[in-house]
């Protein structure tokens, strides 16, 4: 158990950019995402996950700008009929790092760190977009066109409620409709 704590904890490493050691000017990076990355923060959504990340991270004198760019996909179970498939995920985050008295993270894509920091931990910002890049309602490509087979979608098609045709109404309720109507 100590050994697998260790290599997380060495994989998550990986993400802390020691941005004190580079020189002013653009620097690339490049992740490649996968479950495990997920299972460090206890994340059991995506039945897999296969995401590349390219980060451009500019250095300046007094700012560090990251581009964050996502591409692959994450499997995930459809919300209707409970089948896997491959969600795309093509995504981008700008982050605008700053150097201030206190650490102040309140603004989504400006993040002001204390001037004596010297390296930036990545990890979250991953972490949220690729999570962010997934729509809330998650649906099989198939059931959009029509295409799946499976029992619960031939089971929600029986279930369906079928329009209701009342012949008979209570003629009271027509009089009420025309009094509606007149006002």
């Known amino acids: 158990m100590h050994a697998q704590f260790d290599s997380m904890m060495k994989e998550m490493n990986t993400f802390i950019i020691p941005f004190i050691g580079l020189k002013e000017g653009k620097h690339q ?35 560090l700008e990251l581009d964050f760019q996502f ?31 206190i650490y102040n993270d309140d603004h989504d894509e400006i993040l002001v760190i204390p ?38 979608i031939e089971k929600l098609k029986e279930l369906e409620v079928k329009e209701i045709k009342v012949e008979n109404i209570d003629p009271r309720w027509d009089k009420l409709k025309d009094f509606k109507n007149t006002k």
Request: aromatic content about 14%; hydrophobic content about 40%; some cysteine.
């Open 29 to 63: 990076f490049e992740y490649q995402i996968d479950k495990k990355f997920f299972e460090t923060f206890q994340y059991d959504e995506f039945d897999d996950v296969d995401v590349k990340v390219d980060l451009s991270f500019v250095k300046k004198a007094t700012i």
């Open 71 to 101: 591409s692959g996909s994450v499997t995930v179970a459809c919300d209707i009929s409970n089948e896997l498939f491959n969600q795309p995920i093509n995504n981008e985050f700008k982050l605008i790092v700053k150097f201030g008295e």
């Open 115 to 152: 001037h004596t920091e010297f390296q930036l931990n990545i990890t979250q910002y991953i972490y949220e977009s690729i999570i962010l890049a997934v729509p809330l309602k998650r649906i099989h490509p198939k059931v959009i066109d029509g295409s799946l087979k499976s029992e619960v």
